[in-house]
């Protein structure tokens, strides 16, 4: 895989989870990276001085995501670290989840589902366009589950509008060669994905549940963003790349 030597990269929620696991992976293959962080400053700190003590570069940019002046918080702390320099490549990974019941869905947890997990994304990406190269990455962590019936209802349908911008940014910025793609996990063994060791069996039952038999490691996802963002998938844009180990891909046969 070619490297990523001379690029920038933008991480948002890049202090934990699948996002550190991606600002590590790019941070290996040679980009400097800004880790952006919420809240926890520290563990923003600490994926920095990771990268550091492997000889990669990186430094932590704060920004609640989904209050009013996000974006502009964001890229004034990209621009004190940055200057005039270009940015290479965005992942917008920062996501909230919260699964009530359908019937308890209530009027604020939609609306802070949308405003972290499609406007804010939205509107950074707006911004980041006037600063990406010709021929950048941008990369949209999704989810698997727009591709089936669950029961996460405002954050799937939060999903469904990250890939459809991909596909319509993609086509969009195809003249400047920056390609635009989406990645979509499935349960993933993170902070977010810890209530699959909240009931007796339910880690086993969704193992049982994908192809590969196992739940998703965030560097399973974060090498895949690393593909996308390197020159060998110069010739794709305007998918959706399924990084889930074939969850629910249907009912399990015997082996072949």
């Known amino acids: 895989m070619a490297g990523l030597s001379g690029r920038t990269a933008l991480v948002t929620g890049g202090s934990r989870g699948i996002g550190r696991a991606i600002a590590l992976r790019l941070a290996a293959d040679g980009a400097r990276v800004a880790v952006h962080y919420g809240k926890n400053g520290a563990a923003a700190d600490?994926?920095?001085e990771a990268i550091e003590r492997d000889g990669g570069?990186?430094?932590?940019?704060?920004?609640?995501?989904?209050?009013?002046?996000?974006?502009?918080?964001?890229?004034?702390?990209?621009?004190?670290?940055?200057?005039?320099?270009?940015?290479?490549?965005?992942?917008?990974?920062a996501g909230v989840l919260e699964a009530p019941p359908f019937e308890q869905v209530s009027r604020e947890v939609f609306d802070r589902s949308f405003a972290v997990?499609?406007?804010?994304?939205?509107?950074?990406?707006q911004r980041a366009v006037g600063l990406l190269s010709d021929g950048g990455?941008?990369?949209?962590?999704?989810?698997?589950?727009?591709?089936?019936?669950?029961?996460?209802?405002?954050?799937?349908?939060?999903?469904?509008?990250?890939?459809?911008?991909?596909?319509?940014?993609?086509?969009?910025?195809?003249?400047?060669?920056?390609?635009?793609?989406?990645v979509a996990p499935g349960i993933t063994d993170t902070d977010m994905g810890s209530w699959v060791h909240g009931a007796p069996g339910l880690k086993e039952e969704i193992e049982a549940s994908s192809a590969l038999g196992r739940l998703g490691q965030p560097a399973d996802v974060a090498d895949?963003?690393?593909?996308?963002a390197s020159d060998d998938a110069r010739w794709v844009t305007g998918v959706t790349l399924d990084a889930s180990g074939g969850t629910w891909l249907g009912p399990r046969g015997e082996a072949a």
């Open 224 to 228: 895949v963003v690393a593909f996308l």
């Open 46 to 48: 600490e994926v920095v």
């Open 117 to 125: 997990n499609v406007r804010a994304p939205f509107f950074i990406t």
């Open 137 to 182: 990455r941008i990369i949209n962590i999704s989810s698997a589950v727009t591709r089936i019936a669950s029961t996460f209802f405002q954050y799937t349908m939060t999903k469904g509008a990250i890939e459809a911008l991909g596909l319509t940014l993609a086509q969009s910025l195809g003249r400047r060669g920056i390609t635009v793609n989406s």
């Open 57 to 93: 570069q990186a430094f932590g940019v704060r920004a609640e995501l989904g209050v009013d002046g996000d974006v502009d918080t964001l890229f004034g702390g990209l621009a004190a670290r940055m200057g005039d320099a270009p940015l290479d490549i965005l992942v917008n990974n």
